[in-house]
């Protein structure tokens, strides 16, 4: 049938109808005929008495094909603005767009539709649209569109993550048909059935569709964990999925700053990009760069196993470079302090950020004033949020972790003071954050202030003396005893305060060491001659230790008085020289320099305190 198309009445007769539309014979055929550069038009063997214009392409089509099944057009087509004026009627915001209304066109002629992932979303939003109900017609758009979604998209993985990423476009027609809804418990459903997920499961085992979840919209991937959360899925996978997220839309995440190291005294004058290198980053890019740092902060499970110290502190650095809330801000840096513990000091390593124009971030220092490459009021701020957290534990607990905090502390404390710029005002407050009971020994703290009284060789002694009040001499092990009666650039008075606390711990060892030789003694009365003399010779050692104490202690005296002397006179280096050779000669052996290190050792066995260091003058062994 070349031009009219029969339509068979109630009793079966054929008829012509007055209201035909022509149709080809091949429908393969139609594609050809449909479509010209910007418009769209049916064979002419009947002439085309409706316009519809969707977004740039206007399509000459007849009025009841559409108005039979599409109640939308059929109310819009009896006004008389559409229907005198010849006028084409604008579909504006069509879900879908052109390509879609194109399917919905070739539906309503009766021609074959391919449903697929790819277009049932925007289809049954056309629908909904077009108000393509049962009430028109049985076996409208609709009802089919649904059919197709629910049981034959909805049952599949992969199927479902293709319509989710289909519905990106199709807002809000897709959120209010519960398109989304529907594809994220689907989802959810499905990732919690993984045996990865469950509560026996491996903490290790990688969950396969982490990927997959991650190439979703902010908006969109926020629902899916919302849904996925509601499932009763473990907190670390979640964790897994937030991580997994980040490191695909956030590639700054991996950016680092290795400390100061190379930042030499001249370097006063420092600028460079983060993402040097890289294209401007435009406005709109930045603000959905935000708006995804600000969401995945919000929902970071609460548990302290769900994401790691170092994400955090990744993530904390990202929301400081594009200036997020600062309630997430604070947030994020109160969870930081609950897991401080295992952060590493390059972690801490925080960037100073300034913004630069259209979103790109510089860090600058400026020798006019005091402009740190390191943000260390950040780290401040969150080492004062761990003590307050800290106040609530168990005291036992909040021991250990103090000290592990505090060798960490002591190692960021060394990085900073390598900066030129950092004033000593700063580095003192950061210095006595933690209180004095949690440094099980202060080397960590004497190898910072040993590095910043490096870097600023220009201090005066007004300010190095209070810069050496910050570390306790009586905790500092043998090996950094050593290393600071060598140190030229210690003040006087706290080298003679660290020969002080060496002369109590030995004289304390002796009188430990001495009821214990005579306990030694009788227990072995009646013993073997062998025995007895090992005790005569031990007795002899107490003797000549106590012998070479009391000379010490004169030599100490002496040192003591001549101290006095040199501050109210000018400095002599003889003096020094001759008390120097005194303790020499009262001494056993002569010790090399030692060299300290990041590690807190422990001090030595009394007989090796007697080995205390006697050079002939004060030298920096650093």
């Known amino acids: 049938m070349n031009s009219l198309q029969l339509q068979r009445d ?43 214009q969707v977004q740039e392409t206007t399509y000459n089509v007849h009025k009841y094909p559409l108005i039979s099944k599409c109640g939308y057009i059929g109310r819009l087509e009896i006004q008389p603005f559409i229907s005198n004026s010849g006028n084409a009627l604008k579909l504006e915001n069509f879900p879908g767009g052109s390509e879609t209304f194109e399917t919905v ?54 199927d479902t993550i293709t319509v989710l990423k289909s519905c990106e476009n199709l807002s809000p027609w897709a959120e209010n048909l519960q398109i989304v809804r529907r594809c994220c418990d689907s989802i959810a459903w499905k990732a919690s059935k993984d045996d990865h997920t469950s509560e026996d499961a491996a903490p290790n085992q990688e969950s396969w569709w982490l990927n997959d979840v991650a190439t979703f919209r902010i908006d969109h991937f926020m629902r899916i964990i919302s849904a996925i959360r509601a499932k009763g899925t473990r907190a670390e996978i979640i964790g897994k999925c937030i991580m997994q997220y980040a ?133 401040q701020r969150i080492v004062e949020y761990f003590l307050m957290h800290e106040q609530q534990q168990v005291q036992q607990q909040q021991k250990t972790r103090k000290f592990n905090i505090s060798r960490l502390l002591d190692n960021y404390l060394a990085e900073i003071a390598r900066d030129p710029n950092l004033s000593i005002t700063k580095f003192q407050v950061f210095a006595e954050l933690l209180p004095e009971n949690s440094r099980s020994y202060d080397d960590g703290l004497y190898r910072a202030i040993d590095t910043y009284l490096k870097t600023h060789p220009s201090l005066s002694e007004h300010d190095r003396k209070r810069l ?85 202690q004169n ?38 320099g030692v060299e300290i290190g990041d590690r807190q050792d422990t001090p030595k066995s009394p007989n090796t305190v007697i080995r205390i260091l006697n050079p002939r003058r004060r030298s920096s062994m650093s």
């Open 555 to 592: 030599d100490y005296f002496e040192l003591q008085q001549e101290y006095e002397k040199l501050s109210n006179k000018p400095k002599n280096s003889s003096g020094w020289i001759l008390h120097w050779r005194k303790i020499k000669n009262s001494l056993h052996t002569k010790p090399a």
């Open 247 to 379: 490191k695909k839309w956030l590639p700054g995440m991996d950016v680092e700053i290795e400390g100061l190291r190379g930042y030499g005294h001249e370097k006063y004058n420092l600028q460079f990009s983060i993402f040097s290198g890289k294209k401007k980053e435009s406005s709109g890019h930045s603000k959905e760069q935000k708006t995804i740092i600000e969401t995945l902060i919000s929902i970071i499970p609460p548990q302290l196993d769900a994401v790691s110290c170092k994400f955090m502190l990744q993530m904390l650095k990202m929301a400081m470079m594009y200036s997020v809330s600062p309630a997430l801000t604070t947030e994020l840096e109160k969870r930081v302090s609950m897991v401080l513990e295992d952060a590493e000091v390059n972690d801490l390593s925080i960037p100073r950020y300034q913004n630069g124009d259209q979103g790109k971030t510089v860090i600058m220092t400026n020798s006019s004033e005091e402009c740190t490459m390191l943000d260390i009021d950040v780290v």
């Open 468 to 552: 050496c009040k910050i570390m306790n001499c009586e905790k500092l092990s043998l090996d950094a005893c050593l290393h600071a009666a060598q140190n030229e650039r210690l003040p006087l008075r706290t080298v003679v305060q660290v020969l002080f606390s060496e002369q109590v711990k030995m004289r304390t060892a002796m009188q430990e060491k001495e009821p214990a030789q005579s306990g030694i003694q009788s227990e072995q009365e009646g013993n073997q001659t062998s025995a007895s003399m090992d005790i005569k010779a031990l007795k002899a050692e107490l003797e000549n230790v106590k012998s070479k104490m009391v000379d010490l």
């Open 10 to 52: 109630s009793n079966g007769s054929d008829k012509l109808s007055d209201k035909t539309i022509v149709i080809p014979n091949k429908l393969t055929a139609i594609a050809d005929s449909f479509k010209g550069e910007h418009s769209w038009f049916i064979a002419p063997q009947i002439p085309t008495d409706f316009s519809i």
């Open 105 to 158: 066109l070739k539906f309503c002629y009766g021609l074959p539709v391919d449903f697929s992932p790819d277009n049932i979303a925007a289809l049954r939003c056309a629908s909904e649209f077009l108000e393509m109900t049962e009430e028109l017609e049985d076996g409208n758009l609709i009802s089919k569109a649904e059919a197709f979604l629910t049981f034959v998209v909805l049952s599949s993985w992969k």
